[in-house]
């Protein structure tokens, strides 16, 4: 009779059934320290964007459309893009940027906002900027919100949003 030797990993991973053939659960353990070794990587480019001076203006209607201004400073060494914004009191964020060409400016929707490597942008209404759809309720001037701007590379940051008759 021989004798079987597997590690205490092994043993554990075939109990559940995940491990069907000899070495997987090497493949597992360098996948595990290939993750813990890319998660400062992530956390470092997360830290070098930063989103300030988010505003939407005041509004006594509820269910129309209103712009989310911000400035998105990227300090990293690459390029990220904003690919999604969720605030409470919208129902639906579009991000836009203007075209202009022959005749008046016009909003076009796109896929996501590019934030160059190494600068500062600012989200405003005659350039790219998020359009809030279908508010939920009025915004009064003073209030402040948290919405949440989603990066493909940083992630996702919690954005303080001021509710502001003026800029």
């Known amino acids: ?5 597997t590690s205490s990993i092994d043993g554990a991973l075939d109990r559940t059934g995940w491990v069907g053939q000899p070495g997987r659960s090497r493949f597992l353990a360098l996948g595990l320290v290939a993750g813990l070794w890319l998660t400062p990587v992530l956390a470092v480019a997360g830290d070098a964007l930063q989103v300030t001076n988010a505003w939407v203006p005041a509004s006594d209607e509820v269910g129309i459309d209103l712009p989310l201004a911000m400035t998105v400073k990227n300090d990293a060494n690459e390029a990220d893009a904003i690919l999604r914004v969720r605030c409470p009191f919208a129902n639906f964020a579009v991000k836009h940027t203007v075209d202009r060409g022959e005749g008046a400016p016009a909003m076009r929707e796109i896929k996501s906002i590019p934030i160059p490597e190494s600068k500062t942008i600012e989200l405003k209404h005659d350039g ?7 508010t939920r309720q009025k915004l009064v001037d003073g209030e402040a919100f948290t919405c949440a701007v989603v990066f493909q590379k940083a992630g996702t940051k919690e954005t303080e949003v001021q509710v502001s008759r003026t800029p």
């Open 1 to 5: 009779m021989t004798a079987a030797v």
């Open 128 to 134: 790219y900027h998020v359009m809030l759809l279908q």
